[in-house]
C-alpha cells in the first residue's frame, strides 16, 4: 500500500494498526511530534513503547497512561484520568471519558462511549447546574467491547469478557461473560460453546449470540428450524460426518495420472477446482488434500502464474490479456487471483510473481475504468472486478511490493465512499428482470475484496440490511428450490458482515439465517458433498455434488451458524476467500 502523502490525510488515524508496519520515517517522525505535543500538556501523560495517537483525536487528559502497542484512533475524544495497559484500542469515534483503567488487551470498538461520570437529578436544580460524580470504570485484561457499546460510571467489567454491538452496561460483568442488550443481560460464559446453555436448558429465554455480538429476541424459538438446540444437535452431526466423508469426496474429483482436478466426474479439470480441493480440505481435514503433500500442491499452483502479468490462466489457455485498468473484465484469469491466492496461503505459500497488471495502474486509470464499469445493469460483474483488482493488491502487498501504482489503492476506497447509494447501501441498481440480484450479489464480491479484506467498515450499513433482506424475499431466487450457493451466499455475508456495525433488523436476520441453515444441511450428499444449486440459465454446476458446490456450501453454512450464534458447534472455521477475518491486519478491527 503506498504510504500516505501527509500525515493528515487519515490512513493511520483511522487505520492505526498499519502503523507499526507501514508508516515511513517521515511518518514516525510526526508521530513522535504528537507525542511530545501530548507530554507537553499540563495533565500528566505516558506513552509506552509502539503506541500511537490520531491526529485528528481529542486527547486532552488530566491523567493519560498509555501501555505498550495501545492506540487512540481517528476522532475518539478522551478526557479525564484514563489509564491503560498493553494492547489496547481505542477506536475511531469512541467516546473514553472520567476515570477509567482498562487491563492489557482491551478492544473497544468504534462510536462507543465509556462515561465515568454522572449529572444529579435533583429536582430543585436544572440539569446543567447539576454536581458532578464520578465512580470510575474499571474493564480487566482480555475484553471486547463492541461497536455502539455505553458504558455507565461506576461499571466494571472482567477479565475476559465480550460486550455485543450496540450493548448499554448498566450494572457489573462478572469475568467471562459474553452480554449484550439494553440494559446489557448474560448471555453466556465465553468458556462455553455457543449454543451450550440453550442444550442445558437454562437459556432464559435469551438467544445467543452471533458475529455482532448482538442477542436475538427469545421470539425467534418460535419456528421449528430455529430451536437452538435441535439446531446445534444438526449442525455437530453435519460437521462429524463432513469430516469422516471429506477424503472420498476429495478423492472422486480427482482426475487419474494427471494429479489435476474436476468440479464433479465427467467434468473437465479447472484451476478453481485444484483451488477449490485445497480449502475444502484446509476446512474439514486441518491439511491440504492427501494425495500430496502440502508443498506439492503449492508448487503445481505457483507455476501456473504468468510471470509477465502475474495472472494465472485456465489449463491450456493463453497468457491473459489485461484489461484497461490491470486485469480481464471477467473469467477465469480473474476468479484465479482470488481461488490460486487464497489456495495458496493456505498452504502456507504465495504467488511467485506480483500480479504487475495491477501493481501498475495508476489512481486516474483505476478512477476511469470504475466510471466505467456496467454498474446500472451489471453490477455483478462490476463488483466482481472490484474483488479481484483490489485482492490483486492485497497479494501485492503480502509480497513486500507497492499493491499499485502511488494512490491507486486509496483511489479505491475513495471512489467507493463517495457512489454508494444512500437509500440502498450499495453500487448499482434494480433491473426489471431480476430485481435486486445483481446489485446484492456485486455487492458481495465488491465488499469481500475491499473492505472486508481490508478491514473497514462498510458505508451505511443499514440501509445494506434493508436492502439485502427485501432481495432476501425474491421469489424468482430464494423460492424453495431455486437457492443456489452463490444467492444464498451473497444474502449471509453483507448480513453477517454489516452485522459487526448495526444491530439493525438483527431478529429478522437471525430469522432468515436460521430457515437457510436447516435447508443448507439437507443438501448434504453423503460421500459426495453439497451441490451448486439450480441456475437460471442452465449453466455451472448445478445440482450435481461437487467441489464448487461443497467450498461454497461450507463457508455459508459458517456464516449462517455464527448470525444465529451456533458457530462453535461446526468445529472449523473458513480460512480462505471466505475467511471472517480481514486478510490485510485483523487488529483493531473488533
Known sequence: MKQPESDDD???DHCPWLYAEQASQRQRAAQEQRRKRLLGTAGSVRLGEGCFVAETAAVYPDVLHLGDRSYIAAHAYVTGDVRTGADCTINPFTVVRGTVTLGDGVRIGAHSSLLAFN??????????????TSRGITVGDDVWIGSHVVVVDGVTIGDHCVVGAGAVVTKDLPAWTVAAGNPARRIRDRREPRGAAQRAGVSGGVAPVGASGV?????????????PSALAGDLSAFAAAARAQAADLLGRCRQPGTGRYV???GAEPTVRAHCDAVEIAGLLLGAAPPDLPAAEHAARLRALQDPVTGLVPEYGASPPVPGPAGLPEDGAPAYHVLCVGYALDLLGSSFAHPV????????ERLVRHLAELPWRDR???????????????????????????????????GWLHAHADPWTGMWGSPTPESGRLQMVNGYYRLTR??????????????????????????????????????????????????????SHRAEEARSWAANQLTAALRRWHPGRGFPFGPTPDGTGPGREPGLQGTEMWLAIVWLLADLVGLADVLGYRPRGIHRPEPARSAEGTA
Not at 449529572?119 to 458532578?132: A, E, F, I, K
Open 119 to 132: 449529572h444529579g437529578t435533583s429536582p430543585d436544580l436544572p440539569v446543567h447546574q447539576q454536581p458532578v
Open 449 to 502: 475484496g475491499s473492505f472486508a479484506q481490508f478491514g473497514l467498515p462498510v458505508p451505511y450499513a443499514e440501509r445494506v440490511i434493508d436492502t439485502v433482506l427485501d432481495h432476501a424475499r425474491d421469489p424468482r431466487h430464494f423460492a424453495p428450490g431455486r437457492e443456489n450457493a452463490c444467492n444464498v451466499l451473497d444474502v449471509i455475508h453483507p448480513l453477517w458482515l454489516c452485522a459487526r456495525q448495526t
Open 379 to 413: 453490477a455483478w460483474h462490476a463488483g466482481a472486478w472490484v474483488d479481484s483488482w483490489s485482492t490483486a493488491a492485497h497479494w501485492n502487498l503480502r509480497l513486500g511490493t507497492e499493491a499499485a501504482a502511488p494512490g491507486a489503492l486509496e483511489a479505491l476506497f
Open 215 to 227: 442477542a436475538a429476541s427469545g421470539s425467534e424459538a418460535q419456528h421449528p428450524a430455529q430451536q
Open 10 to 12: 487519515g490512513l493511520f
Open 356 to 363: 504487475h497488471t495491477v501493481r501498475t495502474t495508476t489512481a
Open 263 to 265: 468440479d464433479r466426474p
